[in-house]
């Protein structure tokens, strides 16, 4: 994930909110320059400086920034699991920016686009799309989509936005398929005599800091949301399940705003291997930015 969209937003997002210091100055400027040589007219500065049309391009590419600065922000996490969010995350990013999705910012309706900002939008949402969904190695896509998987939160993502400008098409079936070979062919225990017995953990799980994925993803009408099933989060699998794989199929969709790490901590007693596998794949950052910040901290 590339932080400078980030950056690009606390620029523009500067100039906004210092906007009336910004055109005090437009005015005051040129007058005291009138009389200081070479410029005895003030027009040096003042054939620079920001006419309306340009303050509205500051807040309507603002109002696009937005939306990648948070998505920065929530794949640069250091205390919560990031990788299986880069698929969920960026799929919505990329519906945010496509060209006939409304522009909102601070739930406000952002007016018809200036024509430079809706073209840099578009070169945006396809340099989004080609990154991340085409030119993505196989390898590294595919560990994504584990990670997706092994997140109580998303094991039944349906990818719709990231199959949309994937090539291939990339589904929740496929996703699973991946998993489950992962599972069958690294982690599933060989077969025991005995069945252990399945004991009911109390689920206690903190909730992730914000800015919140569920936050991010709430404001379409069209997005798959990170929604719990209707089981009580308290209904475990029946004592049929033939393996941790299938338990954990048989588990309801975590809340939105649990923790994975808290979860697979708690259903690590009934789920042993799987809870392995699935700290393996959710170890890894999204982005490693908020990890060389913490070295660079503590190096300081």
């Not at 920034?65 to 969920?88: N, W």
């Not at 522009?103 to 900002?117: Q, R, S, T």
């Not at 094991?155 to 996703?175: N, Q, S």
Request: proline share 5%.
């Amino acid at each position: 994930m590339r932080s400078g969209w980030g950056g690009a937003f606390k620029q523009v997002n500067w100039f906004i909110e210092n906007e009336a210091a910004i055109q005090l100055y437009d005015i005051e400027n040129p007058r005291k320059a009138a009389t200081a040589a070479p410029n005895p007219d003030g027009n040096v500065y003042r054939d620079h400086k920001q006419v309306d049309v340009e303050w509205d391009i500051l807040r309507e590419s603002r109002a696009i920034l937005a939306s990648a600065r948070t998505c920065v922000d929530l794949l640069q996490g250091t205390k919560y699991v990031t990788s299986s969010l880069v698929l969920p995350l960026i799929g919505h990013l990329a519906y945010k920016l496509h060209k006939d999705t409304a522009v909102k910012f601070e739930g406000e309706l952002a007016p018809i686009l200036n024509e430079d900002v809706k073209a840099a939008r578009e070169i945006l949402h396809k340099d989004i799309c080609k990154r991340y969904f085409n030119d993505f190695m196989d390898c590294k896509l595919e560990d994504f989509c584990v990670a997706t998987f092994l997140d109580p939160r998303c094991k039944h993502f349906t990818f719709k936005y990231v199959t949309r400008w994937a090539r291939g098409t990339l589904t929740a079936e496929r996703a699973k398929a991946w998993a489950k070979g992962a599972w069958d062919g690294d982690w599933k225990p060989k077969p025991l005599e005995v069945d252990a017995v399945v004991v009911t953990p109390s689920i206690q799980t903190r909730k992730v800091g914000k800015p919140s994925v569920a936050s991010f993803l709430d404001d379409s009408d069209e997005e798959e949301m990170l929604e719990p099933d209707e089981l009580s989060a308290d209904t475990f699998p029946s004592s049929t399940a033939s393996d941790d794989f299938s338990k954990y199929m048989a588990l309801p969709v975590a809340s939105g705003d649990v923790n994975p790490s808290d979860w697979w901590r708690v259903h690590g007693a009934i789920l042993p291997d799987l809870a392995k596998m699935a700290r393996q794949f959710l170890a890894a950052p999204a982005n490693t930015a908020g990890v060389e910040r913490a070295f660079s901290a503590y190096a300081s």
